[in-house]
């Protein structure tokens, strides 16, 4: 069984920097593509950005594209996502996710995702 554990969360102000982590473990990390999502309270889940299986490609949401840079390092079973000029409207909780299906996609849809981590806060303050 996959376990996704996400780390780095917390209370920043407007125009501040946070970098999350996410460990996985049981499972061979290397043949996921790596998906990043959030949720606002009363909102639904939302992508914020993906990352194929070796680090090459990756995709944003609109809304974060140049602010927020997402990576991985297959040795240490880890990624993440490095965010910068962060705003009130980002946040959320933020969740890591595993699609094993990432060899022939790189999906932006949730439903895609088979393995999810319990989330972590990150709270922006203006």
């Known amino acids: 069984q996959v376990q996704l554990v996400e780390s780095g969360g917390g209370l920043v102000q407007a125009g501040g920097s946070l970098r999350l982590s996410c460990a996985a473990s049981?499972?061979?990390?290397?043949?996921?593509?790596m998906g990043w999502f959030r949720q606002a309270p009363g909102k639904e889940r939302e992508f914020v950005a993906v990352?194929?299986?070796?680090?090459?490609?990756?995709k944003y949401a609109d809304s974060v594209k140049g602010r927020f840079t997402i990576s991985r390092d297959n040795a240490k079973n880890t990624v993440y996502l490095q965010m910068n000029s962060l705003k009130p409207e980002d946040t959320a909780v933020y969740y890591c996710?595993?699609?094993?299906?990432?060899?022939?996609?790189?999906?932006?849809?949730?439903?895609?995702?088979?393995?999810w981590g319990q989330g972590t806060q990150v709270t922006v303050s203006s």
């Open positions: 996710a595993a699609d094993p299906l990432g060899i022939v996609r790189l999906s932006r849809l949730k439903n895609d995702y088979a393995y």
């Open positions: 990352i194929t299986r070796n680090g090459a490609g990756t």
């Open positions: 049981g499972g061979t990390f290397s043949t996921f593509a």
